[in-house]
């Protein structure tokens, strides 16, 4: 159930013509009221000797008590309830009982004393009502509405559960400004899946995503192609900036200016300045480019693995950064990666924006390598979807997944309802994004595992069991992926690394519950340990008597590389 608190009107006529009108696209299907604040007010709707101007004049009669200076400009209160579309479909009784409960929750009705403010509840649908106040009582009072958007949620959550729908999450007041119908509609009637104001989050958030000053900020808006006016101080100092999309016009044909604190609570300029400002604790060179997309994407994931063991035991204030970091990585990944992830990685940033803004505030600094790590996406420049540059994106798509998860429990246990929610969801998001991802490079290693010669196959089990506790490693030897595993544990055996010792340590840093496939996870993880190729094709197959080529030019007789395995960390 999702209540909506409107603009205050001053035209009580208008707004009854709009409710028991035919609508915008002729969606209003027999209006008629459902509750009143007396019972007995007439209804245009039904009754047809009653007109909208007799029900007007009856809802401003206490406007008509005051004299003209002290009325209020803005009389008309209006709030509308929606169901959501899996709901039942409630009776006109009960969608009564709502409007009482929300005007009394508002602080527009008190049935407990027998006053309050004139109201109505139109329905014109069957999974909404709406509801028309006038902000003054008949001796004058006027309602306290402070904070009444609030206190109509809480309520929206109590009946939730008193009716049988479907349970939402409370807000916390940190959630980014929702579009309005009329951007919800001029969207619809353009042609495009999300609003104005939608589009230019993702387009600012994109911007923002490891940008290290101002001038990269604004440079990168502009390289998008949105209109940009700064706000400047009479001694030059910037103080705000608003942006616009081309072709997004007003009645007058001017462009539409958003603030950035009007698209997400943490866009502000002032926000965004403390990304820049904080301690350095990473020890990352700031302008290192890295060479291509595929070293960008191996950067990122050990920046992730290394940022979800912090969180695990870190402060609130330094756990937030890290999430918000997140957040900037799943920006910069969604803006370079192939068409073929593109969407569900877009999707997965779209939503995850709400999990990266809570009341416990970023302490800025600590994030430094995630940041980094996005910025190296952004200039390493779009990914291929093939080779090692799609091998790699399924590794880091793996790494992020990992961290959102943490994200989400984190925030479950500091009872964020909505952020574990987003969080939750674009875990989900990025598991059909991995899906697409790693289906190629995957299938090659498990062509080259089940390739291997029976005596190295026999080694890799044994190595998993040996390694392993009893229960994950049958899990892993009877998963699909078990011989992509195999493949790389022969891999990682032949580039000098005490593999059994590898794959114990894989398996250790983090839990592998809410993987879909462990041997998937465990195959990323060693890969990205002992710097093998991503893509399995870099790499021959091993047959017990000839090495594979080593990126970090280590060969298995080679003896600096022999002993116990090299921990990146």
């Not at 996870?521 to 091993?542: C, F, G, I, K, Y």
Request: hydrophobic share 40%; glycine share 8%.
């Amino acid at each position: 159930m999702v209540p909506k608190i409107h603009k205050r009107g001053t035209r009580t006529i208008g707004l009854l013509y709009y409710l028991y009108g035919p609508g915008k696209a002729e969606e209003h299907v027999d209006p008629h009221l459902v509750a009143s604040w007396d019972h007995a007010a007439p209804d245009p709707g039904r009754d047809p000797e009653a007109t909208y101007k007799q029900l007007q004049q009856l809802l401003d009669q206490p406007l008509a008590l005051l004299d003209e200076n002290e009325r209020p400009k803005k009389h008309v209160w209006h709030l509308s309830v929606r169901n959501g579309p899996t709901d039942r479909i409630l009776s006109d009784q009960e969608w009564g009982d709502v409007a009482r409960r929300m005007v009394a929750a508002a602080g527009i009705d008190d049935p407990e004393q027998g006053a309050g403010c004139r109201w109505v509840a139109v329905r014109h649908a069957d999974d909404h009502i709406h509801i028309l106040a006038t902000l003054v009582r008949e001796d004058g009072y006027r309602p306290d509405l402070d904070f009444d958007a609030v206190r109509v949620q809480a309520e929206a959550r109590r009946l939730e559960q008193e009716l049988g729908l479907r349970r939402l999450n409370p807000g916390d007041g940190t959630a980014a400004k929702r579009p309005t119908s009329a951007e919800r509609h001029k969207a619809a009637r353009q042609g495009r899946e999300r609003t104005t104001r939608e589009e230019l989050r993702e387009t600012v958030r994109r911007a923002v995503a490891g940008a290290e000053n101002e001038k990269e900020f604004f440079d990168r808006l502009g390289a998008a192609g949105v209109l940009v006016r700064t706000r400047v101080a009479p001694s030059g100092d910037l103080l705000g900036y608003t942006v616009a999309l081309p072709g997004d016009v007003n009645a007058q044909g001017k462009p539409v200016f958003y603030p950035g604190s009007k698209l997400g609570p943490d866009l502000s300029l002032p926000r965004i300045r403390e990304r820049w400002s904080g301690r350095r604790t990473s020890r990352v060179a700031e302008h290192t480019v890295p060479s291509g997309p595929a070293s960008a994407r191996r950067r990122a994931s050990t920046a992730l693995w290394q940022g979800m063991l912090v969180m695990e035991g870190a402060d609130d204030g330094v756990a937030a950064a890290y999430i918000a970091a997140a957040g900037e990585v799943l920006d910069a990944l969604a803006k370079t990666s192939a068409a073929h992830t593109r969407r569900e990685l877009r999707e997965a940033a779209f939503v995850f924006e709400r999990a990266s803004r809570s009341h416990m505030r970023a302490e800025r600094g600590h994030d430094r390598a995630l940041r980094q790590a996005a910025r190296d996406l952004v200039y390493s420049g779009p990914a291929l979807g093939r080779g090692e540059d799609g091998a790699t994106t399924a590794m880091v798509i793996d790494a992020v997944f990992f961290l959102v998860t943490v994200a989400a429990h984190w925030h479950g246990k500091k009872a964020h309802a909505q952020q574990a929610a987003a969080a939750q969801l674009a875990a989900e998001h990025l598991r059909t994004a991995y899906r697409a991802a790693a289906a190629q490079p995957m299938g090659v290693l498990a062509v080259r595992g089940r390739s291997l010669a029976l005596p190295v196959l026999r080694r890799q089990v044994l190595r998993v069991r040996e390694a392993l506790p009893s229960s994950l490693a049958e899990q892993v030897l009877a998963e699909a992926g078990w011989a992509a595993l195999a493949a790389t544990l022969s891999d990682a055996e032949a580039a000098g690394y005490d593999a059994t010792a590898l794959l114990a340590d894989a398996a250790a840093r983090r839990e592998l519950a809410s993987a879909e496939s462990a041997s998937d996870v465990l195959v990323w993880r060693l890969r990205r340990a002992a710097d093998l190729p991503a893509d399995a094709q870099a790499t021959p197959l091993p047959d017990g008597s000839s090495v594979p080529s080593d990126p970090a030019g280590r060969k298995a007789g080679n003896p600096a590389a022999k002993g116990p395995q090299r921990r990146r960390r």
